[in-house]
């Protein structure tokens, strides 16, 4: 039997000093080559939650939890860093807080360089994320020179290139135009094919037709769409 990827098990949050927890009791799975989608109003927890999947809440930011959360049938918890970073990938609404590098070659470069892998493997990565974003003619490019969406899709492929099997696209279309939306959409398709399991947090609904299943949060609950 194949485990989720992803189980969320009776699931709470609470900011610190805060009296009222943001949701209670979430539950949910995410299967292997599943897409799920996850909206709701502003100030609903999506991102919040996205934090908690990825494991930055607690490790990196505070908050009061309860219940559990499963990667790979294990305790995010327990996982360490270096591990959970080849399990779950995060992909965040503004790609200026994960670019940082001054070509778009070491951007893609830095993960697989800090896992300690060999200069092939490495430079396989590369070609593989740059061929899949269509970024190719980009390589040597400073990233600080390119548009919002190829800057988005620059950070997409940062993070395709630490080979997680789980990506979270926390309202990474929510700053594109229609053109750089459908070149995401165009993206997740092969992705999804190949058995990656995404999460799409969006407010916008449109934003969510790959998805095979959609949550949405609202008043500290959730309910499937």
Partial sequence: MTLPRIQVKNFSFSF?????????????????????????????????????????????????????????????????????????????????????????????????????LSREEIETRIKEVLELTGMTHFRYTNPSQLSGGEKQLIALGAVLALGPHTLILDEAMSQLDTAGRKRVQKIIRPLKKAGKSLIIVDHQIENLISSDRVLHLENGQASWR
Wanted: hydrophobic share 30%.
């Fill in 16 to 116: 610190p000093d805060e009296n009222s927890p943001l949701w209670t009791n979430l539950n949910f799975s995410l299967n292997p080559g599943e897409i799920v989608g996850i909206t709701g109003p502003s100030g609903c927890g999506k991102s919040t939650l996205c934090y908690c999947l990825s494991g930055i809440i607690p490790r990196h930011l505070p908050g009061e939890i309860s219940g559990e959360i499963l990667v790979d049938g294990k305790p995010l918890s327990q996982v360490p860093l270096p591990q959970l970073s080849q399990k779950i990938g995060m992909v965040f609404q503004d790609p200026e807080t994960q670019l940082f590098c001054t070509t778009v070659e070491e951007e893609i470069a830095f993960g697989p360089e800090n896992l300690c």
